[in-house]
C-alpha cells in the first residue's frame, strides 16, 4: 500500500524536502529518499511501506531491550524495509538495507496489529527490526489502533528524527528503546553516515518532555567506540542531561555487514562499561548479548535488593511490589504491573495475513577445537541439546536444560548447530557461528531456532520421541588459502565445513553434509553456492571469500524429558465445532439473500491453525469443498472461515437455496513431517485424531477417516492427485464436525484456447513481422551454403533469438522438415499441469502470421502417453517452443507442430513415456521430426559453463537418456530441457536406432554481448 506521507515541503526548484529525519533529503518526482521508502509521488511524499511487514513474531519484552517495562510480557515485533542510517556493522541488514519493497512479505494494517496483539495475549507491540522512524505515518496509526485496546506501543529507534516529527512520534509511543551508538561524532560520521548531536537531541525531547518511558542501549565495537574515556564521557551526559534512572544496557558486538574485521566484544569490556556508569551514578545498568544473569539483573537503588533476576530473557526472582521495592517500598522508576507477565524466552513467529512467505534460515557464524570431548560430555550435550529443543516446543522455561550442561555451559567454542531429522528427513538445522562463544548460550538459541526452522514445518511435541537430534560443535574459521580450481584440492570431504561469501550473498555447509550426501569435493562446493544463492562455480572466483572449518559432529536418538511431556489435544470442542457449522449455515444463508452476515462466531475459541477444510454439500447436486492450508504459516480460523463462507456463496450463485445445504468443518493443526514414501516413518500416526496430508508441491490431498487404518488412508490419498516427483506426507491433528473427510487440489488442464497467442514476442524477438524477419537475416548472414538432409532428432536452444538464434539456426537450415514436427520442451512456468501437451489449432506469432497446430497428433500423444494431458494453460506463458517459431516460419512454414511442456517426473515415469511414444512413432508412417527445446547450463562464469556443458554433451554422446539425467544431477548442470533430450534419447533407444549425437553448433550468452560472469550455454545437435 502507497500513502500520502507527513513532514515535508515543496522547494522553489519543483522538488519536496523530506523533514522527517535531520538528512533533509530533496527529491524531484519519482525520487526516492536516503530510506529508500519514502519518494517523491506526483510532488507529494509517499510511504510505499505502509501496510507491509517483514515479518511478525512475539518476543519478551526484555529482548527489545527493555527491563523496566511490564517484565515478563509478550510483545508483538515487526518491521518493515529500508533505514535512514547506513551502520556498517547493521545485525539486521538484510532487512534494513532492502531495496526490494515488493519483497515484504507480511501485509497488515494498524487494527489488523492491534486485533492480532489482543489475539495473541500482547501486552504490547514493537516498532523494531528497521527503524520506525521512516514509517513513522504506519507506526503511529498503529499505536492509535493499539491504545484503542489497552495495548501499548514500542518503538525501538536510533532516534534520529527532525524537531518537526519527534513530538508526533514519540508521543504516540508508550516506551521507547534508543539506540545512542557511540559518543563521538567521527564514528557516527565513519560507521553509521549520520551525525551524533540529533541523537542527543531526541533521547532529551523524549525523556524531559514526554510521557514515553526510555531506555537507552549502547552496542560496544571493539577498537571503535570502546575506550574508557568515550564511556565515561557518555555516561556522564546521561546522568546530567536526563538523569540517574534512564536505565542504558551495554551489549556485545557481533561481526555482520560490512563490519566483520573484527571479533565479538569481550565480557570484560561489558564488565568494565557497567562499572563504570554505576559509578557515574546511574542506577539502572545492563549488559546484553551475553549470560551474566548478575549485570542483566535489576537492584533497587535504594536498598541494594534484587528485585527482578534475569537470565537471558528469562526472569527468576520477582521482589516487586507494583512499581515498589518489595523491601524497602521505595518508587521504582518503569512501567509494572501488579504481577510479571509469565511469557518467558521463547520466540514465536507468526502471521497477520496468509500472504506467502519465503523465509530463509538464519546461519552466521562459529567454531573451535573440541574433539577432545569424552563419550560422557558427549552425552551430556546431546541430552541438554533435546532438552532445550523440547522447552522451545512446549514453550517450557529451558533454564533446567541449561544447567544440565554443568560445568560445560561456559565452555568457549565458535560454533554450534542442532540438527534433528526424522529418518533421512531434516527437520530442522540452525545454529550459530563466528567468533568464540558460551556453549550453554549458544546451544540453548541453536536449540529454540532449530524446533522452527523456517524452512519447514514447525516440530510438534508428538514427533520428538521419533526424532534423531545431531549436535556440531565448530572450530575457527580460515581463509582456503589457494585460489581458482586449486580449491577442490584443498577441500577433504567428511573433515572441512565450507563457508562463502560473495558480495551480499553468504551460505554454509557443515562437514558431515558432503558425506551424507556423498558429495565430492566439487559437488560440496557447488553445493555451499547453492545455500548461498550463487551459480554454481562461483567457489572458483578471486572475489569470492572461502573458509573452512573444522567440526566434531555427535548424535542419537532424541531423548525425551518426561517432566515437559504434553498430550496432543484438540483445539476445538465437538460443542464449538457444532456452534461453527451453525455459523457457517446462518451466513451462507444471510449472503445469498442479502442479509446482514454475523461476521463473529460468538462464544468459539478464534485460534490459529494450519488448515480449513469446508465442504457445503447438496443432496441433488453433490458436494463442493473449500481448502485453505499451510504446513508451517498458521491463520486465525474466524476470518479465514468466513472468507471461505463467502467463496462458497459465490461457487453457489443461486443455483441451489443454502438453506437446503449440510456443512461439514475440519480444523487442522499441528503439523508433522513423516517424510517421502521412500523414508516414511508413520509411527506416532492415530487416525482417529489426525489426517494424512500427502503433497509433491503442486498437488495436495488430505484424507481423513476413523474407520480407516494408516495404510489405507496413505493409500487414499496417493490416489487424489496424479502425483509426481518428489512426495512428502504429512499429518494435522483433525478437529472434524464428521467421521471422515476428504479434498484435494492441484493443477487442472484447460483446452479451451484453440489459438494459441504470442507470449514473448517483442522480448524474445522483434513482434512486428518486418523487425522479427530482419532479426532472423542477421542470423543467416555470414553461414556458408550447406545441404539438407533426413534426420530423426535435433536439439535447438530457446533463448531470446539475439542470444541463442545463430545456433539454432545453424540446425533448422540443415535439415529437411516434414510435414509433422513434435517439440518437446521444458515447462519454465508452474501454470497448468506438468506433462502438457498443446491442443492448439495454430500458433500466432504476430497479428498476421502463425505455424498451424497439428491437434489430431496433439490428441493422439495425450491419449498414447501415461501422464500426458491436453492442456493450454501451461503453454500460454511458455517461451521453450514459441521462440522456435520465427525459424520454422523461415525454413518450413507449412509445417504442422504439436508441442509438449514437461516438468518433473522420475526415471520409470521416462521410460514409460519413451515406450508409449516408440511404439506411436513406429506405427506413423511418415513420422514427425522430434526437436527438443533446450539450453545448456545456466548463470556459472564461461568457464565454468562450458566445463559443465560438455559434460552435458558428453553424457548425450552416449545416447543413454539416464545416463544424461545422471550426469546433470551430480554435476548440477541446470541443462532446462534435460528430461526432454532423455525422453527421445530413451525413444530412440526402444525403436533401435543408434542414437549418434552430431554437433553442430555451440556458444554461451557472452559471445553475443552477455557478461562472461553469468552465462547461459546454447547447442546445437543433430541424430540421423
Not at 547493521?90 to 507480511?106: F, T
Not at 513513522?136 to 524537531?163: H, L, N, Q, W
Not at 522447552?391 to 550442561?405: E, H, R, W
Not at 498437488?699 to 496424479?722: F, H, N, V
Request: hydrophobic share 40%; net charge negative.
Amino acid at each position: 500500500m502507497v500513502t500520502q506521507a507527513q513532514w515535508y515541503t515543496e522547494t522553489d526548484d519543483g522538488r519536496i524536502l523530506c523533514q522527517l529525519c535531520p538528512r533533509h533529503c530533496r527529491m524531484k518526482d519519482g525520487d526516492r529518499g536516503f530510506c529508500f521508502v519514502r519518494k517523491n509521488g506526483g510532488g507529494r511524499m509517499v510511504l510505499d511501506t505502509y501496510g507491509k511487514s517483514t515479518g511478525f513474531c512475539i518476543d519478551p519484552i526484555e529482548k527489545k531491550p527493555l527491563n523496566h517495562f511490564l517484565p515478563g510480557t509478550p510483545v508483538l515485533s515487526f518491521g518493515t524495509a529500508g533505514c535512514n542510517l547506513g551502520c556498517k556493522f547493521c545485525q539486521n541488514w538484510d532487512i534494513s538495507k532492502s531495496r526490494e519493497v515488493a519483497r515484504l512479505s507480511d501485509r497488515a494494517m494498524p487494527n489488523e496489529i492491534a486485533a492480532a496483539a489482543q489475539r495473541y495475549g500482547c501486552r504490547s507491540v514493537a516498532y523494531t527490526y528497521n527503524d520506525p522512524v521512516i514509517w513513522a505515518e504506519y507506526a503511529i496509526d498503529t499505536a492509535a489502533a493499539c491504545r484503542e485496546m489497552g495495548i501499548k506501543s514500542v518503538a525501538v529507534t536510533a532516534g534520529y528524527i527532525t524537531p518537526e516529527a519527534r513530538g508526533d512520534f514519540f508521543g504516540a509511543m508508550d516506551a521507547a528503546n534508543i539506540d545512542l551508538k557511540a559518543f563521538t561524532e567521527d564514528f557516527y560520521f565513519k560507521l553509521t553516515g549520520s551525525h551524533l548531536q540529533p541523537v542527543l537531541d531526541t533521547i532529551e525531547f523524549v525523556c524531559n518532555e514526554t510521557d514515553c518511558w526510555v531506555e537507552l542501549t549502547n552496542l560496544i565495537i571493539p577498537d571503535a567506540n570502546d575506550s574508557v574515556d568515550e564511556i565515561e564521557s557518555m555516561c556522564g551526559w546521561v546522568m546530567d542531561h536526563v538523569g540517574p534512572n534512564v536505565p542504558i544496557h551495554f551489549t556485545a558486538f557481533h561481526p555482520d555487514f560490512r563490519m566483520t574485521d573484527r571479533g565479538r566484544t569481550e565480557s570484560a569490556t561489558l564488565e568494565t562499561a557497567y562499572e563504570i556508569a554505576r559509578k557515574v551514578g546511574l542506577n539502572y545498568v545492563y549488559v546484553g548479548n551475553v549470560h551474566d544473569v548478575a549485570r542483566q539483573s535489576t537492584y533497587c537503588h535504594s536498598c541494594g535488593e534484587l528485585l527482578i533476576q534475569r537470565d537471558w530473557h528469562q526472569l527468576g526472582t520477582y521482589a516487586m511490589s507494583g512499581n515498589q521495592c518489595g523491601r524497602c517500598g521505595v518508587t521504582i522508576p518503569g512501567v509494572f504491573d501488579d504481577v510479571p507477565g509469565n511469557w518467558g524466552a521463547k520466540r514465536q513467529p507468526i502471521r497477520i495475513t496468509q500472504q506467502p512467505r519465503e523465509e530463509v534460515t538464519e546461519v552466521t557464524k562459529v567454531s573451535n577445537q573440541l574433539t577432545q570431548l569424552t563419550d560422557s560430555q558427549q552425552a551430556t550435550i546431546l541430552k541438554s541439546a533435546a532438552s532445550m529443543v523440547q522447552a522451545a516446543v512446549g514453550g517450557f522455561d529451558p533454564s533446567a536444560a541449561l544447567a544440565g550442561l554443568g560445568e560445560l555451559t561456559d565452555m568457549l567454542i565458535d560454533g554450534v548447530f542442532v540438527t534433528v531429522k526424522r529418518g533421512e528427513t531434516l527437520r530442522g538445522c540452525c545454529g550459530r557461528q563466528g567468533g568464540q562463544m558460551k556453549l550453554g548460550e549458544s546451544l540453548m538459541d541453536s536449540a529454540a531456532r532449530t524446533s522452527r526452522d523456517p524452512r519447514m514445518p514447525p516440530l510438534s511435541m508428538s514427533e520428538l520421541p521419533y526424532l534423531n537430534l545431531s549436535v556440531s560443535l565448530l572450530g575457527p574459521q580460515r581463509p582456503i588459502g589457494v585460489s581458482g580450481d586449486q580449491r577442490e584440492q584443498a577441500v577433504q570431504v567428511g573433515k572441512h565445513g565450507l563457508r562463502i561469501q560473495l558480495g551480499q550473498n553468504g551460505g554454509l555447509l557443515l562437514p558431515q553434509v558432503a558425506s551424507e550426501q556423498g558429495w565430492n569435493a566439487r559437488q560440496f562446493l557447488d553445493g555451499v553456492c547453492r545455500k548461498a544463492n550463487l551459480p554454481a562455480g562461483s567457489w572458483r572466483r578471486d572475489d569470492a571469500q572461502l573458509m573452512l572449518f573444522d567440526g566434531v559432529c555427535f548424535g542419537g536418538d532424541f531423548q525425551m524429558d518426561p517432566s515437559m511431556s504434553g498430550a496432543e489435544r484438540s483445539l476445538l470442542s465437538p460443542q464449538e465445532m457444532s456452534l461453527y457449522r451453525d455459523w457457517v449455515q446462518s451466513n451462507l444463508i444471510a449472503l445469498q439473500i442479502g442479509a446482514t452476515p454475523m461476521y463473529y462466531a460468538m462464544g468459539v475459541s478464534d485460534v490459529e491453525v494450519l488448515g480449513i477444510v469446508l465442504s457445503v454439500n447438496h443432496p441433488t447436486v453433490g458436494a463442493q469443498q473449500w481448502l485453505q492450508l499451510s504446513v508451517k504459516d498458521s491463520r486465525p480460523l474466524q476470518s479465514s472461515l468466513y472468507q471461505m463462507t463467502e467463496n462458497a456463496v459465490r461457487s453457489l450463485a443461486g443455483r441451489v437455496p443454502a438453506n437446503e445445504c449440510e456443512i461439514e468443518l475440519a480444523v487442522l493443526s499441528d503439523c508433522v513431517q513423516h517424510g517421502s514414501p521412500n523414508d516414511l516413518d508413520v509411527r506416532g500416526f492415530n487416525h482417529q485424531t489426525r489426517a494424512i496430508i500427502m503433497t509433491d508441491g503442486r498437488r495436495w490431498a488430505i484424507r481423513y477417516d476413523r474407520k480407516q487404518t494408516t495404510e489405507r488412508l496413505i493409500e487414499a490419498a496417493g490416489s487424489m492427485e496424479a502425483f509426481r516427483g518428489n512426495r512428502q506426507l504429512y499429518s494435522m491433528h483433525c478437529d472434524c464436525s464428521c467421521d471422515a473427510i476428504a479434498v484435494s487440489v492441484g493443477p487442472r488442464a484447460d483446452v479451451t484456447q484453440s489459438v494459441r497467442q504470442p507470449a514473448v514476442a517483442g522480448t524474445f524477438y522483434p513482434a512486428d513481422d518486418d523487425g522479427r524477419e530482419s532479426q532472423v537475416d542477421r542470423l543467416l548472414d555470414g553461414l556458408a551454403p550447406c545441404e539438407k538432409r533426413k534426420v530423426f532428432a535435433v536439439m535447438v536452444p530457446h533463448a531470446g533469438l539475439r542470444f541463442s538464434g545463430r545456433v539454432a539456426a545453424e540446425i533448422w537450415r540443415r535439415i529437411e522438415v516434414p510435414d509433422r514436427v513434435l517439440i518437446i520442451g521444458p515447462k519454465h512456468t508452474p501454470d497448468g499441469v506438468d506433462w502438457a501437451v498443446a491442443p492448439h489449432e495454430s500458433w500466432r506469432i504476430s497479428p498476421t502470421v502463425s505455424i498451424a497446430g497439428d491437434v489430431g497428433m496433439a490428441r493422439e500423444l495425450a491419449e498414447r502417453i501415461p501422464g500426458m494431458e491436453l492442456d493450454s494453460a501451461a503453454h500460454a506463458r511458455e517461451h521453450g517452443i514459441e521462440v522456435q517459431l520465427p525459424l520454422m516460419n523461415r525454413f518450413c512454414p507449412d509445417a504442422r507442430i504439436a508441442a509438449i511442456a514437461m516438468h518433473g517426473g522420475d526415471l520409470d515415469d521416462f521410460e514409460s513415456a519413451a515406450t508409449a511414444l516408440a511404439q506411436w512413432i513406429g506405427q506413423q508412417e511418415d513420422p514427425p521430426l522430434l526437436v527438443v527445446s533446450s539450453d545448456m547450463n545456466h548463470f556459472a562464469d564461461d568457464h565454468e559453463n562450458r566445463r559443465r556443458d560438455r559434460l552435458a554433451l558428453d553424457a548425450l554422446a552416449t545416447g543413454d537418456g539416464a545416463e544424461l539425467l545422471r550426469v546433470c544431477a551430480e554435476e548440477n548442470i541446470s541443462m532446462c530441457g534435460q528430461v526432454p533430450a532423455a525422453l527421445v534419447l530413451m525413444v530412440m533407444r526402444k525403436l533401435g536406432k543408434h542414437a549418434k549425437a552430431e554437433e553442430i553448433a555451440y556458444a554461451t550468452s557472452a559471445e553475443y554481448g552477455g557478461t562472461k560472469d553469468r552465462v547461459v550455454g546454447y547447442a546445437g545437435v543433430i541424430w540421423e
